[in-house]
Every structure is written in structure tokens, then in C-alpha cells.
């Protein structure tokens, strides 16, 4: 990727110096080694610090606007952030037309800190250089909105190019001057810059970091380059400094971490997966064959009877005409992603695959008889997967001759969205499987995030103490849409009350049943029981914590339920509070994190960034504030045990619930973190 990290930027100093001092070289020609220009700043070297350490971006860039000999950069593959801003600082710019362009730091809540937001509007004009800015998303190259960046834009040969430019330089006296020597473009109305304002954070934007581009690029309209270039510079760095960049930048580093398998022995294999079988073809496995067809990967699908399979095949065919219908999906590529997905009723079906997964009822018995075909049927270094939420992957490895081929892979609802797969580690998975799962991971462009096995591995373990607390804060006073409201307000997508309706009360109801039995000890309020007894599992019975008018998808407050929550009140004898908002966040992310320390301390997830990583990925939780580890770090391990402490001696509190856990308390005592 050329990341401008330290060692680059020494090497490129002393480069341009030593050429600098060479008299048979007249020009200088700046290319990207393996296909990429540049990806830009290390994001790594920000928690270091080692980004500011110098030589910096900036005197990266002072020397070759300052070499005597032009500097021309080739670009291709790929020019981001800081790299984008080098190549501005070159006296000419040649690019390949499919090269993507970019200035992504908006996306960090950043902005370009090395002069973007002053040298791209004079090149590109100040409507444009703000859109790309603003949305930092990538342009390609030949893209009409970059002619002015470009001297030139070729479809092949780039060196070629670049260097039959610096001989018309160097030879034929042509002039290339720097983008700073040139005259800003007329100033953007007053209106484009509110709408731009208006837009900001209704699409993943950080406020604050827009504000700072639109303050740049007036500084740019009305300063010296020099005081436009300080400008931006301390702009950035008060971003840099903010929570929200902090976070965005943590979640950023925490979902591409996670792809680290920690301890994995160096000369791990990778089994080669080429074709790949699904059994059940219900809501998941519909949604993990489209997973993988859209990969680009051949899927075998078996169900047990003609009529399941004809219904699967349905919902993945409407899934697929409706992106049609939309315009996500040329009906080419639908066409060829139906033919990757043979239905089948045989196991015998199944012998080419390379990796099976398993998305059967959520029963042992069920799970353990299609593992028993597998083993059967399935070909000898065959990865067999089971998509269980719940089930204990170790006893459905052992009914198999070969449990190290087994391993979880979970997937989130609706499969051929949810960026999120779990990868689950049972007690015999082979690092080769584990290693080739995690792999297969990111060609199905998920983020794979290594688990142990345990009741709900990462993700739903944790879910099951935050919905706790909810629960009791009904019980103590508050109702669903207050709590709803609360922690949308926070910044997660979906409160916990209208995901339960969504998802399915009765889903939660079997778990909970099952864990009165197993886990008999853990106080759970009754309350959602009631509910459910009801027949209100939310959506689909257009009731649950909300009514639902036929066919809407928004839920209203219900004056049942509200009876319903202050009858039990009554009836278990429970005065009725006010709570405040703060006290219903801070006691389900609270919730989160107690239950993470003993995830992390299991071993259960490899990393406090991971737990960070499936929030963030799995459960809608707000990338502005880096996950519920990282948060807990960012309000200091002594007070998240100081606010359990407060909340064990609540009236009505389960006083185990509040235990920190040995990890958090260990953490906090010797000032540590999570992360
Ligand atoms: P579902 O009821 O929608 O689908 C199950 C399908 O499996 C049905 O079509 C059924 O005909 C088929 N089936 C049952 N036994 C079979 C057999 N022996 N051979 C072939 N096909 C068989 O269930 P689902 O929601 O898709 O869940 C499937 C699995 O995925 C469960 O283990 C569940 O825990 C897990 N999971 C579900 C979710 C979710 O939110 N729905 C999320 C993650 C994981």
C-alpha cells in the first residue's frame, strides 16, 4: 500500500536529496512500487504518534516542491489521503484511468491534513474538491470532475508516460508549475456551504470534521496558500485531538486487526476453497448461499424436502429481482449469481465442496444428524461449518471422524448484508481451518472475528446482560420507547426493544427459557415472558414492545404494554422511578462491558478490539464512540466501577449483576485499559 509511514518518508527525503545532487538527472519521476501509488498516512503510526515524528508528510513535500529537477508523479492502483496529497505537491501528475483517487479522511473525522484542502481546489475547483472532501469516497481517475488534477490520464504504459512528460519538461521547455503557484478558482456560493452543512451527519459524516473542510476551503478562497496551508494544519490537529476521531480511528485499526489470528503458527496452510455447499436453505441459509454466489463462489444448497428448498430459492430470487429493480444489480450479474446456486435434496451433491455450512434448525439433534451426512458424504480436507448461535460446537464436532475440519461460522441476519462473521475456534478446529475460514472471511468481503466457543460466543453473550438490564429498567420505571429512545440518541442504530420486535420476541424467549434452565443462578425479570405469553413476538404478529399498523415496519407506543409494565411493577412490588437517560445508557453499556471483560478474560475473544469489532460490525453500535471496550477505556476502567458500584446499591438492583469482573477490576487498579 506505500503507507507514508516513517521509514518511507526517510527514504524519500534522502532519495530526492541524493538525486537533487546528481547532475546527469534532469527530472524525477515519482512512481508507486507493486501496482499502488499510495494508500497514505499508517493510521497504526497515529496512536504512535510516529506520524508526526520527522521528517513529516509535510517536509516530504517541501522537498519536492522545493527540488530544482520536476518531480512527476505516476498514479495507478491507488492515491489516498496523504499519498493523493504528495502527488499534489509534484510539479506534474500522470494517472492510469481505473486508478482510484481519494481523500478519506472525513471518514476518520479528519480532514486532509498535508494541504489537500488547499491544493485540490485549485486544481479541481472548490464545489468539487469540497464534494470529494466531504463524502471521501473514491473518484476514479478519468472522471471529468479530476481534468484538472491530471496533466495526463493514460489507459496503459504509466512509466512510459511519466517519462516522455518530463522530456517535454526537461527538453521542449514546457512549464510545470505547482498547484500552490496557482490561482484559486471562483469562490463557491454561500448556499453550496450550507447544504453541505445540512448534509453533514446524515450520511456517516462527522459533523465537526465537515465544518472544518468548509472553514479550509474559505481560508484557501480568502489566504496566502502559506496561511491556508497553517489553517488546515491546525484544524487537523484539533480533530485529531477530539473523542470522535479518536474512536473512528480505533474502530478503523479494530476491524482490520481482527483478521489477525493471534498465535497462529508461521507456515500455516491455506486450503484452496473453490466450491462451497449450504444444508438448509431457511432465512440463514438463503442468505449465506447468496453470500457466497455473490463472491463469485459455486454453491450447492440441500434441504430435506422439495417444498423447503422451492421457498429458499424464492426468497434468494426475489432478493436478487429486487436489486434488479433497483438498480444495485445488472440483470447479468443477477442472472450469473442464480446459476452459481444448485439447489439439491442429496448429500451425494455435496462431495466437491470445499467448505460446507450448516444453517439447519437451531437443535442438537437436528445439527448433529446433518453433521453425521457430512462426515459421510463430504470430501476428505472438506471445512465443515455450522452457522449455530447457541449450540456447543465441540459435541457437533465430535459426532464427525474429523473434528478439526469443524468450525463455527456465524453469521449475522441478513446474511448477505451483515458485514459481521464469527468465526468460531471449537476445542479441535485446526489452525489451518481456522486460518482458511478466516480467509474465506474477506472474499465473501466480511469481517471475520475469531471467538471461542461459549454460550452466544462474542457478540450474543453480551447481548444477553444488556437486554437483562433493559428488562429491569422497565421493571423500575421506564418504558420501552424511553429506553429505545435513549440509546438511539446515544448513537446505537436500534434501541433494544424495537430490534427485539424486529428480530422476534419468541427467538429470545426459547434462549431465555433454556438459560432458566441451565444457568438457574442469573436473576432475569419475568417481564418479557408476559409479553410473549401474550403471542406478541413483535413484527410478524404486528405486536410486540410496539403495535404495528398492517404492513408498516414503524412501530407506535402501545398503551397494552404500558399496563402490561406498570401491572408487573406492581405486582413484584416495585416502586415506580423517573430514570433519567443517562441512567438507562450508562447501565446497558455497562452491561456490555462487564460482560467483554469476561469474554476477553476467557480468551474467548483474542483482543479487547475485537469485542469493539463485532459492535461495531454485528450490533449497530456507533462507530463515533470506537465500541464498548473502547468506550469503557475512554471513561476510565475506575469510573465505569465506580457508576456499577452506585448502580449495586440501587433499591431492587441484583447485586451480582454488578460485580465487576476480576479483569475490569485488575484493569482499573493498575490504571490499564481494555484496548
Ligand atoms: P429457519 O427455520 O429459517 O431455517 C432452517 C431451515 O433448515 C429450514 O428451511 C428447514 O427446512 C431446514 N432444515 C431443517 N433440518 C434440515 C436437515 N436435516 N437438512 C436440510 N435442511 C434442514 O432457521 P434460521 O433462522 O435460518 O436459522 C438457521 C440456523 O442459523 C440456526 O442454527 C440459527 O441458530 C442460526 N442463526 C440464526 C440467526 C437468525 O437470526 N435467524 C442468526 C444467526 C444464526
Given at each position: 500500500m506505500?503507507?507514508?509511514?516513517?521509514a518511507?518518508?526517510?527514504?524519500?527525503?534522502?532519495?530526492?536529496?541524493?538525486i537533487a545532487?546528481?547532475?546527469?538527472?534532469?527530472?524525477?519521476?515519482?512512481?508507486?512500487?507493486?501496482?499502488?501509488?499510495?494508500?497514505?498516512?499508517?493510521?497504526?503510526?497515529?496512536?504512535t504518534q510516529?506520524?508526526?515524528?520527522?521528517?513529516?508528510?509535510?517536509?516530504?513535500?517541501?522537498?519536492v516542491?522545493?527540488?530544482?529537477?520536476?518531480?512527476?508523479?505516476?498514479?495507478?492502483?491507488?492515491?489516498?489521503?496523504?499519498?493523493?496529497?504528495?502527488?499534489?505537491?509534484?510539479?506534474?501528475?500522470?494517472?492510469?484511468?481505473?486508478?482510484?483517487?481519494?481523500?478519506?479522511?472525513?471518514?476518520?473525522?479528519?480532514i486532509?491534513?498535508?494541504?489537500?484542502?488547499?491544493r485540490?481546489?485549485?486544481?479541481?475547483?472548490?464545489?468539487?474538491?469540497?464534494?470529494m472532501i466531504?463524502?471521501?469516497?473514491?473518484?476514479?481517475?478519468?472522471?471529468p470532475?479530476?481534468?484538472?488534477?491530471?496533466?495526463?490520464?493514460?489507459?496503459?504504459?504509466?512509466?512510459?508516460?511519466?517519462?516522455?512528460?518530463a522530456?517535454?519538461?526537461?527538453?521542449?521547455?514546457?512549464?510545470?508549475?505547482?498547484?500552490?503557484?496557482?490561482a484559486?478558482?471562483?469562490?463557491?456560493s454561500?448556499?453550496?456551504?450550507q447544504?453541505?452543512?445540512?448534509?453533514?451527519?446524515?450520511?456517516?459524516?462527522?459533523?465537526?470534521?465537515?465544518?472544518?473542510?468548509?472553514?479550509?476551503?474559505?481560508?484557501?478562497?480568502?489566504?496566502?496558500?502559506e496561511?491556508?496551508?497553517?489553517f488546515?494544519?491546525?484544524?487537523f490537529?484539533?480533530?485529531?485531538?477530539?473523542?470522535?476521531?479518536?474512536?473512528?480511528?480505533?474502530?478503523?485499526?479494530?476491524?482490520r486487526?481482527?483478521a489477525?489470528?493471534?498465535?497462529?503458527?508461521?507456515?500455516?496452510?491455506?486450503?484452496p476453497?473453490?466450491?462451497?455447499?449450504?444444508?438448509?436453505?431457511?432465512?440463514m441459509?438463503?442468505?449465506?448461499?447468496?453470500?457466497?454466489?455473490?463472491?463469485?463462489?459455486?454453491?450447492?444448497l440441500?434441504?430435506?424436502?422439495?417444498?423447503?428448498?422451492?421457498?429458499?430459492?424464492?426468497?434468494i430470487?426475489?432478493?436478487?429481482?429486487?436489486?434488479?429493480?433497483?438498480?444495485?444489480?445488472s440483470?447479468?450479474d443477477?442472472?450469473?449469481?442464480?446459476?452459481?446456486?444448485?439447489?439439491?435434496?442429496?448429500?451425494?451433491?455435496?462431495?466437491?465442496?470445499?467448505?460446507?455450512?450448516?444453517?439447519?434448525?437451531?437443535?442438537?439433534?437436528?445439527?448433529?444428524?446433518?453433521?453425521?451426512?457430512?462426515?459421510?458424504?463430504?470430501?476428505?480436507?472438506?471445512?465443515?461449518?455450522?452457522?449455530?448461535?447457541?449450540l456447543?460446537?465441540?459435541?457437533?464436532?465430535?459426532?464427525?471422524?474429523?473434528?478439526?475440519?469443524?468450525?463455527?461460522?456465524?453469521?449475522?441476519v441478513?446474511?448477505?448484508?451483515?458485514?459481521?462473521?464469527?468465526?468460531?475456534?471449537?476445542?479441535?478446529t485446526?489452525?489451518?481451518?481456522?486460518?482458511?475460514?478466516?480467509?474465506?472471511a474477506?472474499?465473501?468481503?466480511?469481517?471475520?472475528?475469531?471467538?471461542?466457543v461459549?454460550?452466544?460466543?462474542?457478540?450474543?453473550?453480551m447481548?444477553?446482560?444488556?437486554?437483562?438490564?433493559?428488562?429491569?429498567?422497565?421493571?423500575?420505571?421506564?418504558?420501552?420507547?424511553?429506553?429505545?429512545?435513549?440509546?438511539?440518541?446515544?448513537?446505537m442504530a436500534?434501541?433494544?426493544?424495537?430490534a427485539?420486535?424486529l428480530?422476534?420476541?419468541?427467538?429470545?424467549?426459547?434462549?431465555?427459557?433454556?438459560?432458566?434452565?441451565?444457568?438457574?443462578?442469573?436473576?432475569?425479570?419475568?417481564?418479557?415472558?408476559?409479553?410473549?405469553?401474550?403471542?406478541r413476538?413483535?413484527?410478524?404478529?404486528?405486536?410486540?414492545?410496539?403495535?404495528?399498523?398492517?404492513?408498516?415496519?414503524?412501530?407506535k407506543?402501545d398503551?397494552?404494554?404500558?399496563?402490561?409494565?406498570?401491572?408487573?411493577?406492581a405486582?413484584?412490588?416495585?416502586?415506580?422511578?423517573?430514570?433519567?437517560?443517562?441512567?438507562?445508557?450508562?447501565?446497558?453499556m455497562?452491561?456490555?462491558?462487564?460482560?467483554?471483560?469476561?469474554?476477553?478474560?476467557?480468551?474467548?475473544?483474542?483482543?479487547a478490539?475485537?469485542?469493539?469489532?463485532?459492535?461495531?460490525?454485528g450490533?449497530?453500535?456507533?462507530?463515533?464512540?470506537?465500541?464498548?471496550?473502547?468506550?469503557a477505556?475512554t471513561?476510565?476502567?475506575?469510573?465505569?466501577?465506580?457508576?456499577m458500584?452506585?448502580?449495586?446499591?440501587?433499591?431492587?438492583?441484583?447485586p451480582?449483576?454488578?460485580?465487576?469482573?476480576?479483569?475490569?477490576?485488575?484493569?482499573a487498579?493498575?490504571?490499564?485499559?481494555?484496548?
Amino acid at each position: 500500500m506505500n503507507s507514508l509511514n516513517l521509514a518511507l518518508r526517510r527514504r524519500l527525503i534522502e532519495t530526492i536529496g541524493r538525486i537533487a545532487g546528481m547532475p546527469e538527472v534532469s527530472a524525477i519521476v515519482l512512481v508507486g512500487a507493486g501496482g499502488v501509488f499510495s494508500a497514505g498516512a499508517d493510521i497504526g503510526e497515529f496512536d504512535t504518534q510516529q506520524a508526526f515524528v520527522e521528517p513529516s508528510i509535510h517536509a516530504v513535500m517541501a522537498a519536492v516542491e522545493s527540488s530544482t529537477k520536476p518531480v512527476i508523479a505516476g498514479i495507478e492502483g491507488l492515491a489516498m489521503g496523504g499519498g493523493l496529497e504528495l502527488a499534489m505537491a509534484a510539479h506534474c501528475r500522470v494517472a492510469m484511468a481505473g486508478s482510484r483517487i481519494a481523500l478519506p479522511e472525513i471518514k476518520l473525522g479528519l480532514i486532509p491534513g498535508a494541504g489537500g484542502t488547499q491544493r485540490l481546489p485549485r486544481a479541481i475547483g472548490l464545489e468539487a474538491a469540497a464534494r470529494m472532501i466531504c463524502n471521501g469516497d473514491p473518484v476514479r481517475a478519468d472522471a471529468p470532475s479530476l481534468a484538472g488534477l491530471f496533466d495526463l490520464v493514460v489507459e496503459q504504459d504509466l512509466l512510459e508516460a511519466c517519462l516522455g512528460l518530463a522530456q517535454r519538461i526537461v527538453r521542449d521547455g514546457m512549464k510545470a508549475s505547482l498547484l500552490r503557484d496557482r490561482a484559486m478558482p471562483a469562490p463557491a456560493s454561500p448556499l453550496f456551504y450550507q447544504e453541505l452543512e445540512q448534509r453533514a451527519g446524515s450520511k456517516g459524516q462527522w459533523p465537526t470534521a465537515v465544518n472544518a473542510c468548509i472553514a479550509c476551503l474559505r481560508a484557501a478562497e480568502a489566504m496566502p496558500v502559506e496561511a491556508g496551508l497553517a489553517f488546515e494544519r491546525e484544524a487537523f490537529m484539533k480533530l485529531f485531538d477530539s473523542p470522535v476521531s479518536g474512536a473512528l480511528r480505533h474502530a478503523f485499526i479494530a476491524e482490520r486487526t481482527a483478521a489477525k489470528i493471534a498465535g497462529l503458527p508461521a507456515q500455516t496452510g491455506i486450503r484452496p476453497l473453490r466450491a462451497a455447499a449450504v444444508v438448509g436453505a431457511g432465512t440463514m441459509g438463503a442468505g449465506i448461499a447468496m453470500t457466497f454466489a455473490n463472491a463469485g463462489i459455486p454453491v450447492r444448497l440441500l434441504e430435506m424436502k422439495e417444498d423447503a428448498l422451492e421457498r429458499g430459492l424464492a426468497v434468494i430470487r426475489a432478493n436478487y429481482e429486487g436489486s434488479v429493480r433497483r438498480g444495485k444489480l445488472s440483470r447479468a450479474d443477477c442472472d450469473q449469481r442464480l446459476a452459481l446456486i444448485r439447489p439439491t435434496l442429496s448429500y451425494e451433491e455435496l462431495r466437491d465442496a470445499d467448505v460446507v455450512v450448516e444453517a439447519v434448525y437451531e437443535d442438537m439433534d437436528a445439527k448433529a444428524g446433518v453433521f453425521r451426512q457430512l462426515d459421510t458424504f463430504c470430501k476428505p480436507g472438506a471445512i465443515l461449518a455450522s452457522n449455530t448461535s447457541t449450540l456447543n460446537l465441540d459435541k457437533l464436532a465430535a459426532v464427525t471422524s474429523r473434528p478439526a475440519d469443524v468450525v463455527g461460522m456465524h453469521f449475522f441476519v441478513p446474511a448477505n448484508v451483515m458485514p459481521l462473521l464469527e468465526v468460531v475456534k471449537a476445542r479441535e478446529t485446526s489452525a489451518e481451518v481456522l486460518a482458511s475460514v478466516m480467509k474465506l472471511a474477506k472474499r465473501l468481503k466480511k469481517t471475520g472475528v475469531v471467538s471461542g466457543v461459549c454460550d452466544g460466543f462474542i457478540g450474543n453473550r453480551m447481548i444477553d446482560p444488556y437486554l437483562r438490564q433493559a428488562y429491569f429498567l422497565l421493571e423500575e420505571g421506564a418504558l420501552p420507547e424511553q429506553i429505545d429512545r435513549a440509546l438511539e440518541a446515544w448513537g446505537m442504530a436500534m434501541g433494544p426493544f424495537r430490534a427485539g420486535d424486529l428480530t422476534g420476541l419468541d427467538v429470545l424467549w426459547s434462549v431465555r427459557k433454556r438459560r432458566y434452565v441451565e444457568v438457574p443462578g442469573v436473576v432475569y425479570s419475568r417481564l418479557p415472558d408476559r409479553l410473549c405469553e401474550l403471542g406478541r413476538f413483535g413484527q410478524k404478529t404486528g405486536a410486540g414492545y410496539y403495535r404495528y399498523e398492517p404492513g408498516a415496519r414503524e412501530g407506535k407506543p402501545d398503551d397494552a404494554v404500558r399496563a402490561l409494565v406498570e401491572g408487573y411493577s406492581a405486582e413484584i412490588g416495585r416502586a415506580r422511578r423517573q430514570i433519567s437517560d443517562e441512567e438507562i445508557v450508562s447501565r446497558c453499556m455497562l452491561a456490555l462491558v462487564n460482560e467483554g471483560a469476561a469474554i476477553l478474560d476467557e480468551r474467548i475473544a483474542q483482543r479487547a478490539s475485537d469485542i469493539d469489532a463485532v459492535y461495531l460490525l454485528g450490533y449497530g453500535f456507533p462507530a463515533f464512540r470506537g465500541g464498548p471496550m473502547y468506550y469503557a477505556d475512554t471513561l476510565g476502567l475506575r469510573e465505569v466501577i465506580a457508576s456499577m458500584a452506585r448502580f449495586q446499591e440501587q433499591a431492587g438492583s441484583d447485586p451480582a449483576f454488578w460485580q465487576p469482573h476480576r479483569l475490569l477490576l485488575e484493569l482499573a487498579e493498575s490504571n490499564g485499559t481494555f484496548n
